[in-house]
């Protein structure tokens, strides 16, 4: 993906990535985190981004967090037991089945499931947008290795306002409205 290259909501798909009940507290910033992948979910749904959902290990970690699973009870949530979302055939194929050739991630954590979904997806063809105020590790640090290590294989790391923006392309509309309300 060309760092110049903004989303499109006719060509990417929202992927959520595992912010379960038993995670999801121990991760640094994770109200934040939770806060901007609520905005990402909210915001895709306005725009028609189709979001697809994934949990690792639901049986030990969880199912995801209550307030996004009421969000995404529409959406695509896939239970899987490899880090990668890609390396999961069903997750895979649900991907593929979007349409969509551009992944706007999101979730927890930022160097496991998000970095080797997303490297995974760069290798398949995908283009990656990484949204760093949306994702996030159990230590800062590891969140800042993963995201120059996804950088550096060519996934281009944005944040949630820009992604939704992007997403939106102009203003003058009631889903304008909608979008700015979010990021309020």
């Known amino acids: 993906m060309s760092k110049n290259d903004l989303l499109s909501r006719g060509r990417t798909c929202l992927l959520v990535v595992d912010v379960q009940e038993r995670l999801l507290p121990v991760i640094h910033e994770n109200e934040m985190v939770a806060r901007n992948i609520e905005r990402l979910?909210?915001?895709?749904?306005?725009?028609?981004?189709?979001?697809?959902?994934s949990e690792q290990y639901p049986k030990g970690l969880g199912p995801t967090v209550e307030p996004?699973?009421?969000?995404?009870?529409?959406?695509?949530?896939?239970e899987k037991l490899t880090f990668s979302c890609l390396r999961d055939p069903g997750l895979a194929e649900r991907l593929r089945q979007t349409g969509r050739d551009t992944l706007l991630v999101c979730g927890i954590e930022s160097h496991v499931c998000v970095l080797q979904t997303s490297l995974d997806a760069l290798r398949e063809g995908y283009k990656v947008q990484v949204a760093a105020d949306a994702v996030s590790s159990r230590?800062?640090?590891?969140?800042?290795?993963?995201?120059?290590?996804?950088?550096?294989?060519?996934?281009?790391?944005?944040?949630?306002?820009?992604?939704?923006?992007e997403l939106l392309e102009k203003a003058g509309s009631e889903e304008f409205r909608q979008i700015s309300r979010l990021v309020k």
Do not use: D, H, M, W
Request: glycine share 10%; with cysteine.
């Open 41 to 53: 979910i909210r915001g895709a749904e306005i725009l028609g981004v189709p979001v697809i959902v």
């Open 68 to 78: 996004l699973r009421k969000l995404v009870e529409g959406a695509a949530v896939a």
């Open 139 to 165: 230590s800062p640090a590891n969140k800042q290795v993963a995201l120059e290590r996804l950088a550096g294989a060519g996934a281009v790391i944005t944040c949630t306002e820009s992604a939704l923006f």
